[in-house]
């Protein structure tokens, strides 16, 4: 065992919460920061019910006994969202979370063209409800997971731009063949980013719809007169502003790194690596466009809510 697996102490010391930030500090003084719209229940609580925590597990979880959420050290370290669960019938909070992963949420995927497959006029305004708040999870832990997925790629172009720089560096030392196989290795990782992420985004639009059609059909149901259905609208309109915060970073930032996949194009050092640039710029594309729709129904949604019941929400 290395000194710094000795040294990590994962138990949970002091927990903060901003208007859009959960942040829990661990024993070790590492601090892990995660959008506050990751955990719905959290989200909708009051400053006053998110104050009252607890250490729980052994001193690796967190428990808020007023609105029943536990979360873990183990799975905000994991990047885990909050668990798919019920408003009404809430699984046992000691379920294990799972990062996202394309295989998970494809089988999410499948479980939702089933529940689309009832009548959609046989929902009530909970079901609409409660599918806007998984989709809305779904949707940020996709970004999330493309966020990851883009750390782990630089990572190995950097190795791969090093190993060429070295390669320069002794001309007389080097043969064609040593570019090449470096550049083989790096249009390999490029199709490899691309295929992983491209499989995702079927799956992303289709948490992009659902949310669409959810949110839109409850705010057509609410009642202005319904304390109730104010509340919600509340915590709903909240929900978009975090998504918002959430999506505009996101879309700059995959904006960002297509554009820099026209620069390895413009080398046209091999007909492969040309191919996995125009593969990657292509999906990286549809990834944005796909961002630029949520942020699009976002804002759609928020003004629509804020048309409807703005003078209500500032009461």
């Known amino acids: 065992m290395g ?32 959008p506050l719209a990751w955990y719905p229940r959290l989200l909708q609580a009051t400053d006053e019910q998110r ?17 029943d959420e536990d979360l873990s050290s183990e799975g905000l370290l994991r990047g885990a969202p909050a668990a798919r669960r019920s408003l009404v019938t809430a ?13 998970t949420q494809i089988e999410e995927s499948n479980a939702l063209l089933l529940e689309e497959s009832m009548d959609v006029n046989s929902k009530g305004i909970l079901d609409h409800l409660i599918e ?49 196989n470096v550049v083989l290795l790096t249009a390999s990782d490029m199709n490899t980013f691309s295929r992983r992420v491209g499989d995702v985004l079927p799956n992303f639009a289709a948490s992009k719809e659902t949310l669409e ?25 909240k929900s978009l502003s975090q998504m918002l915060k959430i999506v505009g970073p996101a879309k700059e930032n995959i904006a960002a790194f297509r554009d820099s996949t026209r620069s390895i194009r413009k080398q046209n050092m091999s007909k492969e690596l040309n191919q996995a640039a125009d593969l990657q710029w292509k999906t990286l594309d549809n990834v944005l466009s796909e961002t630029e ?23």
């Open 132 to 180: 806007g708040e998984e989709a809305a999870i779904a949707l940020t832990s996709v970004l999330s997971w493309i966020q990851s997925e883009t750390e782990i790629f630089t990572t190995k172009i950097g190795k791969h731009r090093s190993n060429l720089e070295r390669l320069a560096k002794n001309p007389r030392g080097s043969t064609p063949r040593d570019y090449k």
């Open 51 to 67: 104050k009252k925590w607890k250490v729980s597990g052994g001193g690796y979880g967190i428990h808020w006994e007023e609105i």
């Open 3 to 34: 000194i710094l697996a000795l040294a990590a102490d994962e138990r949970v010391a002091d927990v903060e919460m901003s208007e859009d930030e959960l942040s829990v500090r661990l024993r070790d003084g590492r601090r892990i920061c995660v």
């Open 293 to 315: 729709r949520v942020e699009s129904f976002a804002l759609r949604i928020s003004f629509l809510i804020d048309e409807r019941f703005g003078q209500f929400l500032n009461s």
């Open 213 to 237: 059609q959810s949110y839109s059909a409850y705010v057509g149901f609410a009642k202005s007169d319904s304390p109730d259905d104010i509340e919600q609208i509340r915590s709903l309109f």
């Open 91 to 103: 699984k046992a909070p000691t379920e294990v979370l799972r990062p996202f992963s394309p295989e």
